[in-house]
């Protein structure tokens, strides 16, 4: 149980195009998810935490025009970084609350480059 | 505020040996901490929490980890490393919302 997949795996995107992640519960809901950017050899950043039915709440320096987060079911978010350029370059990873929500399961990540 | 912090950017260990990757909160309260796991390019793996209860916490794997108040510690162990061990293991702790340490790199050597 506790499943948290992520769409997709990896992409390449050209400087100035738009690119959407989505993040999915598989076996359970969740009200709460999370995500958060990753450099290389380097810990998780917190971006926003993205409440279903509601606005995401963004952490200070995470710009909420570039980075959108749209939680539409218990089951699904997405983040779509608009206007994507190099360094916005990133391992990307979603998070999602369990039936205790004090444990966060991990989708697999999204590495995202651009060109 | 609370923050995580783990003193050690890389553990070396041979396998069959035991191991401990360090792990020091300073949060207020009660504390919810967490150990999770990555392999390269990744998401985290969760292995243990310690919300309340026995300060010695079982986890997956054959991890535990330890909670000590007194040292603000919890620091994760293993009896007897494998080299698939080998990763890049993150302490966190929070309700929810979760602060993580940096990471320290578990390398077990053959």
């Known amino acids: 149980g506790a499943v948290v997949s992520q769409h997709p795996s990896w992409v390449i995107c050209k400087s100035g195009t738009s690119v959407k992640i989505e993040c999915r519960s598989l076996d359970f809901q969740a009200t709460t998810m999370f995500w958060y950017r990753q450099f290389p050899k380097q810990s998780l950043m917190l971006m926003a935490t993205s409440n279903e039915g509601s606005k995401a709440t963004y952490e200070q320096g995470v710009e909420k025009d570039k980075f959108l987060i749209n939680h539409a079911s218990l089951t699904l978010s997405t983040l779509t970084v608009t206007s994507a350029h190099p360094e916005d370059s990133s391992f990307y990873i979603c998070?999602?609350?369990?039936?205790?929500?004090?444990?966060?399961?991990f989708g697999p990540g999204t590495r995202l480059l651009v060109l | 505020a609370q923050s995580v912090a783990q003193p050690e950017d890389q553990v070396n260990v041979a396998e069959g040996n035991p191991l401990t990757v360090k792990c020091t909160y300073s949060?207020?309260?009660?504390?919810?901490l967490f150990w999770y796991v990555q392999y390269p390019n990744r998401g985290l793996q969760f292995l243990l929490k310690?919300?309340?209860?026995?300060?010695l916490v079982k986890g997956s794997y054959g991890f535990e980890a330890e909670f000590n108040k007194s040292q603000t510690s919890f620091h994760l162990k293993k009896p007897s490393a494998l080299v698939s061990d080998s990763a890049l293991y993150f302490c966190a702790s929070g309700y929810s919302t979760l602060t993580f340490g940096k990471g320290t790199m578990l390398l077990v050597s053959p």
């Open positions: 310690y919300i309340t209860g026995d300060n």
């Open positions: 949060v207020s309260g009660n504390p919810y």
């Open positions: 998070s999602a609350g369990g039936q205790n929500q004090e444990t966060q399961y």
